[in-house]
């Protein structure tokens, strides 16, 4: 019998920085998965990805059980999130393998639980959780739940290039830079919060422009201030990032012409940096336990 876990993408996050000394962010899902599959299986096990793997384990000694006897359990990852993008590729393929896994074991954990198993494998993001909220990735712990926007998309523009979230955080200097950000970031979080509460997307625009713009000084992000100025002048809400990738997202409601907006992205020859620009709604985080969103979508 086959078990399934499914987990949305991020496109980045909406802020992210340094707060009363602690790293926070507030990443957001958008429609886009991975499919962890898992099924018990005498011959021809594939082992797939490390990490994922790990997961496996990880709920294993969770609930007590030996670690040993997760040996025959065969795992495939379906995905169609960018590797390497800041688009929470590792971090869905590990929570869709723990639900899948929790599902073979039937046994169950709750969204926050999930994410602090996560991250003890490595630093996750708050896409697992439900409701957008302020969530420190290094202990998987939701600081305050903010609540769901409603009617919005994102247009989003992904490179060739590629950057390991890793080798940003072993920067040595990492913790000093952000630092010098707090008042902004602290900031920013205030206008997510209040965008959010009031589903206001001026105010979760100008969040994410903000964060954006602060960390510039970790990793800048090539075109930035020209894209933030096409999507101001196009009426857009705002511009956030991939803190730690190498994706940007330009924040637009249900009605606006995201192709239009695409073509003056291009006209600008922004289409030479980022040779994938398309649009994604932005969805409710959480795990899927079954089969019925679009999976089937490969951009």
Request: charged residues 25%; proline residues 2%; glycine residues 6%.
């Amino acid at each position: 019998m086959k078990y399934y876990g499914v987990c949305p993408a991020s496109c980045g996050e909406f802020v992210q920085g340094i707060m009363d000394n602690e790293e926070y962010l507030s990443s957001y899902a958008v429609d886009m998965y991975s499919t962890s599959v898992i099924e018990e299986k005498i011959n021809n096990i594939n082992i797939g990805p490390r990490k994922s793997r790990k997961a496996i384990e990880a709920v294993f000694e969770k609930f007590n059980l030996l670690t040993k006897e997760s040996k025959n359990i065969s795992l495939n990852i379906q995905s169609q999130i960018p590797v390497g993008k800041g688009m929470a590729s590792s971090t869905a393929d590990i929570g869709a393998t723990i639900v899948a896994t929790l599902s073979l074991i039937q046994k169950d954990l709750n969204s926050e639980e999930i994410s602090k198993l996560a991250a003890s494998i490595e630093p996750t993001d708050s896409i697992y959780i439900e409701n957008n909220n302020i969530f420190n990735p290094l202990t998987g712990e939701v600081i305050k739940k903010l609540g769901n926007i409603k009617n919005s998309r994102v247009v989003i523009l992904e490179p060739n290039k590629t950057l390991n979230t890793m080798k940003i955080r072993n920067n040595p200097n990492y913790i000093e830079i952000k630092r010098q950000n707090k008042e902004i970031i602290k900031e920013a979080f205030y206008f997510l919060e209040e965008g959010i509460r009031k589903n206001n997307l001026h105010d979760i625009g100008k969040a994410c422009t903000m964060s954006s713009l602060a960390n510039e000084n970790i990793d800048k992000k090539e075109g930035l201030s020209e894209i933030i100025e096409i999507a101001k002048n196009y009426g857009a809400y705002g511009v956030n990032i991939a803190h730690s990738g190498t994706v940007v997202g330009i924040i637009i409601d249900k009605y606006m012409n995201d192709i239009k907006l695409i073509e003056l992205l291009k006209q600008n020859n922004l289409g030479s940096v980022y040779n994938k620009i398309y649009t994604l709604d932005i969805i409710d985080g959480g795990i899927r336990r079954e089969l019925k969103c679009n999976t089937s979508k490969i951009l």
